[in-house]
């Protein structure tokens, strides 16, 4: 069973830039969730995707925006960052229906200067 | 909508203790609730998870938690920790109806010290 992977790991950007994430769900799901995380804090939500469509948004502005895929994979992507965007940015895929328990992968680290 | 709160930011206790990690949640629809455990550089991992039935809910390594629901609490306990339980654990909660969208809490960073 393979679990969540996501990419980059690690990626520096300036302020304006744009950053694409992406994230392989764990076979047999079909939901995506995306998190962000700042230091110290704890995971905030931002949207989640189950059939190619946002299907929840959290508190977060229009110039974060995310696809799925048909196998379920997906990506998020962030326009004009800003230096508040720095922060670890989790993928959690789910079963729908299989209510609560998220798989998560080991994050991508965002440093915006 | 929903909310979590951990009481302690951070929480030191020796090796071979015991250990409670406090957790309160605010809603105002029937809630699933959860404790995810971080350890460094990695992402989430679930503990345990409360859906129905029982209100004591036994996760993995050892970790158990119990839901009370006049109190509004699902504080996590373990009876002897080890060195390996050093990490960051986050409670969390989800609306029983709707998609899936889970609120965490800020965390309580367990230090166990040898």
């Known amino acids: 069973e393979t679990g969540v992977t996501q990419s980059p790991t690690h990626l520096i950007k300036t302020r304006g830039q744009q950053v694409t994430l992406r994230c392989s769900s764990q076979s047999g799901h079909n939901t995506v969730s995306w998190y962000q995380q700042a230091l110290g804090q704890g995971p905030q939500f931002i949207f989640q995707?189950?059939?190619?469509?946002?299907?929840g948004r959290g508190n977060f502005p229009p110039r974060f925006s995310g696809l799925q895929f048909p196998n379920y994979s997906s990506e998020l992507n962030v326009n004009a960052l800003e230096l508040d965007d720095s922060a670890l940015y989790l993928c959690a895929s789910s079963q729908r229906g299989i209510t609560g328990e998220l798989f998560f992968g080991e994050g991508s680290r965002l440093t915006v200067l | 909508a929903q909310s979590v709160t951990q009481l302690d930011s951070q929480v030191p206790v020796f090796e071979e203790a015991p250990v409670e990690l406090r957790c309160n949640y605010s809603?105002?629809?029937?809630?699933?609730l959860f404790w995810y455990v971080q350890y460094p550089n990695q992402g989430l991992q679930l503990l345990l998870k409360y859906l129905s039935g029982s209100t004591l809910v036994k996760g993995i390594n050892g970790f158990e938690a119990e839901f009370n629901k006049s109190q509004t609490s699902f504080h996590l306990r373990k009876p002897s920790v080890h060195i390996s339980d050093t990490a960051e654990y986050f409670c969390?909660?989800?609306?029983?109806?709707?998609?899936?969208?889970?609120?965490f809490g800020t965390g309580t960073k367990l230090q166990v010290i040898p």
């Open positions: 809603s105002s629809v029937s809630v699933y």
């Open positions: 995707y189950y059939r190619e469509e946002e299907n």
């Open positions: 969390a909660v989800a609306d029983s109806g709707g998609y899936q969208k889970v609120t």
